[in-house]
Nanobody
Framework: QVQLVESGGGLVQPGGSLRLSCTASGDIYSIHAMGWYRQAEGNERDLVARITRDGTSTYADSVKGRSSVSGDNAKNSVDLQMDSLKPDDTAMYFC??????????????????WGRGTQVTVSS
């Protein structure tokens, strides 16, 4: 079993900044990618940013130029720095990880894992 623990959400004024962090732990053999998705009320869950183990990053068009995702392979963690925040950024943000699990010290299945979510609210 693998779990993702998120932190860093909160209330921010428009134009402000926020840094979200997520750490994976548990029966992990290797992590192939980690990132963040968000889901606003009444909307579907959409990709914000992700980063692969080799450092390749992907961003949603809505956050390009305002966000930066970084990972630490040794710590099994990912951070999302968000600047120039807008009210439309308000959503529940979910950490995501694509993980090959460890089973009895050997390679296990490949699975997607999700954090419980951390709320980001951008409002004056």
């Amino acid at each position: 079993q693998v779990q993702l623990v998120e932190s860093g959400g909160g209330l921010v004024q428009p134009g402000g900044s926020l840094r979200l962090s997520c750490t994976a732990s548990g029966d992990i053999y290797s992590i192939h990618a980690m990132g963040w998705y968000r889901q606003a009320e009444g909307n579907e869950r959409d990709l914000v940013a992700r980063i692969t183990r080799d450092g390749t990053s992907t961003y949603a068009d809505s956050v390009k130029g305002r966000s930066s995702v970084s990972g630490d392979n040794a710590k099994n963690s990912v951070d999302l720095q968000m600047d120039s925040l807008k009210p439309d950024d308000t959503a529940m943000y979910f950490c995501y990880a694509l993980i090959t699990e460890s089973y009895a010290g050997k390679i296990g299945p490949l699975r997607n894992y999700w954090g419980r979510g951390t709320q980001v609210t951008v409002s004056s």
